[in-house]
């Protein structure tokens, strides 16, 4: 399972303008998504040593494009190298990301007024399927938490795709992941029905603001569920000691 929006899910930015690739940009991507999706998605949890041999033989790469990979994720927060130990992956603290959720909550507000991009017909479409993709997760006996972690990956490339400011991208994108465990880790299955329904709604408010073409709304209404969505987090944190 991956958190790539060009994984054959439909999403905006699924084989739509990219620039061509050498072989060693190529393989180093597949390595980091790959890395990065299995650390966000808890499939390494915190804690968790990375052996640069065992990655290299997994991908059958030498040794360089992975710690090269592994020094970009480092650089985001996501693995700490340790001398003596090796790779670590780091913990995951709502108090020490308490920074970065509000930098989001800010550069939220950015995706309407930086270069922003219309909507066409094909962008409502895909913000409707994720609609239709939350109905279906609501209608589960048992709600697939994986899933609703895709779906909202892909809703963020949806909304990342509207502007076409390169370095808001980059900079949301490195945040957006740095702050994903957390919401994956701190959410109760219990209380992920709850959480699907407020996330419907976001999406629900998000399209309505595109389709009257009032994309600077859109960044507010991003901005508001990101600092409620905090609130959940801390709150759940600090009734189970974590915060």
């Known amino acids: 399972m991956t958190l790539r929006p060009d994984a054959g899910r439909g999403s905006a930015r699924a084989g739509a303008g990219r620039k061509r690739r050498t072989p060693a940009q190529a393989r180093f991507e597949r390595i980091y998504h790959a890395l990065r999706d299995r650390i966000s998605l808890l499939q390494y949890p915190p804690g968790s040593r990375l052996s ?3 990655i290299a033989q997994e991908f059958e790469v030498s040794r360089t494009p992975v710690r090269r990979v592994l020094a970009r994720l480092e650089s985001e927060g996501l693995v700490d190298a340790r ?6 992956v780091t913990s995951v603290d709502v108090g020490q990301l308490e920074q970065v959720f509000q930098l989001r909550m800010e550069l939220a507000v950015l995706i309407g007024r930086l270069s922003p991009k219309p909507r066409s017909e094909a962008d409502l479409a895909r913000i409707e399927a994720l609609l239709r993709r939350c109905e279906e997760l609501a209608g589960m006996a048992t709600l697939d938490a994986d899933a609703f972690a895709l779906l909202n990956a892909d809703f963020f490339y ?32 219990l209380n992920l029905t709850d959480e699907l329904v407020i996330f419907q709604r976001e999406i ?5 603001a595109m389709r009257i073409g009032d994309l600077e709304a859109v960044g507010h209404i991003r901005r508001s569920h990101i600092s409620m969505s905090f609130m959940r987090i801390k709150s759940y944190a600090q009734e189970n000691g974590k915060g």
């Open 52 to 54: 640069e041999e065992e």
């Open 83 to 88: 001398h003596g130990v090796g790779t670590i």
């Open 158 to 189: 949806e909304l990342s795709a509207m502007t076409g400011n390169a370095p808001l991208k980059a900079i949301s994108e490195r945040l957006y992941f740095q702050t994903f465990r957390i919401w994956l880790q701190s959410v109760p299955r």
């Open 204 to 208: 629900a408010d998000i399209l309505e």
